[in-house]
Every structure is written in C-alpha cells, then in structure tokens.
C-alpha cells in the first residue's frame, strides 16, 4: 500500500461548485503539504502544516480552503475555482519540516475546472 | 529572486550514460534534492545533497557543487523505464524547498 493515497484521483468541476479533495498519509509523519503542478512548471508550495498546525500559505486564494483534522489527514476544499486552476493537485508528507527530511508524495487529484 | 534552472527535455539511448544539470540561484542553502517522476505518477524522492562532492546509490550518482551553484544528476546503463522527468529542488534560508520545472529524460531503444 503507498504511504501516501490521495482521493478523488480525477475531479472535473464547474466555477460554481465546491468540492474537497482529500489526502492520507499512513507513515506517521508530522508534515503535510499541498501543491499544485502545472505542465512545464515549478511545483508550487501551496500550505503546510506541522503537528497540525499551519505553518506556511504562500499567497494562496481564499478560494483554496485547507483543513488538517489530525497528522494524517489533510483536506483541500475548493470553491468558485477559476479555469486557470486547473492543475495537478499533489500531497506529500514528510517526518518533519526541515532541510533534509525527503518528502513522500501521493499519486495526485487532476483537476480540470471547467 | 529564486531560480532554479534545468534543460527541458533531453534524449538518449539504452545503455548510455546521461548528465542532468541544475543550477541554482537561491537566498541561502540548505541542501538538494533530486525526485523522479512519472509521467502520471508522484513524485519519488532518489538523492539528498548538502555538502559538495559526489554521491553514488547504484546507477545513479548525485553532484553538488555549492560555490558554483550547480549540481547534476548522472544516470549509468539507462533503462526504457528510467524515461520520467526528474525534478531538482533547493532548500532554501527558511527551509522552504524551490522547484526546478523539472527535466523530462526520453530514452530510446
């Protein structure tokens, strides 16, 4: 079983809707990130969260909403997305923040927002 | 500002050897990493680089040169399976890593 899952893996959405993609990570770590990736970009840092706790949000739009309930979990919520947001949305873990902590990373959330 | 540069694309053959460069332009350093991914796939951690010099972990060897700002991937006796892009990325002076776009690697029979 990969230590990372992400659901939905794909999710076509219109402007108006709100949906949430969810993240797990089963290798007890205590950082979670959300990224988005984008064809022939640099993966974008979106949030992170330590020990459950926010600890980055780079510029984001309110209109992405992160959730983290405990260490393993981690949620996105979206609403009233533009098309421009389409993007590849990845999750990752690692054991903690910090220079040499490798991250993992889950397979990803296509979204294509319509 | 922040910038991390890698070719785009690059081919090469079954068996061969390939060099995958990054240079870096960073407000401090805190390491280098090395992920592949592909194409559909998450990305998979393969090398970690903080003090200048080579590190080799089977066919594949990761240097860092921190004066120059500069490190490569060298991939050995390539594989079809090793066709992915490999992405590099810099720890930066607050511990936040900046992503290269990433190099897409082509491998042909």
């Known amino acids: 079983e990969t230590g990372v899952t992400q659901t939905p893996r794909h999710l076509v959405m219109g402007m108006t809707n709100k949906k949430s993609l969810k993240c797990e990570q089963h290798l007890g770590h205590n950082a979670m990130y959300w990224y988005k990736q984008s064809a022939k970009k640099p993966l974008e840092l979106m949030f992170v969260y330590n020990f459950k706790e926010q600890t980055e949000n780079n510029s984001v739009p309110s209109r992405f909403s992160p959730e983290c309930p405990n260490s393993s979990h981690l949620f996105l919520h979206l609403h009233t997305l533009q098309p421009e947001d389409s993007a590849l949305y990845l999750c990752?873990?690692?054991?903690?923040?910090?220079?040499?902590?490798?991250?993992?990373f889950g397979p990803g959330t296509r979204l294509t927002v319509t | 500002g922040q910038n991390i540069d890698q070719p785009t694309e690059m081919t090469a053959t079954e068996g061969a050897i390939v060099q995958i460069n990054c240079t870096y332009q960073?407000?401090?350093?805190?390491?280098l990493f090395w992920y592949q991914q592909h194409a559909g796939e998450a990305p998979t951690f393969l090398s970690y680089n903080v003090l200048d010099g080579l590190e080799e972990k089977g066919r594949f060897s990761s240097f860092l040169s921190r004066s120059k700002g500069y490190s490569y991937l060298l991939l050995k006796e390539l594989q079809m399976k090793d066709s992915a892009s490999y992405l590099c990325?810099?720890?930066?002076?607050?511990?936040?890593?900046?992503w290269g776009a990433g190099t897409k690697l082509i491998i042909k029979p």
């Open positions: 990752a873990s690692s054991q903690d923040v910090g220079s040499y902590y490798e991250q993992y």
């Open positions: 990325a810099v720890v930066d002076s607050n511990y936040q890593l900046i």
């Open positions: 960073t407000s401090g350093f805190n390491g």
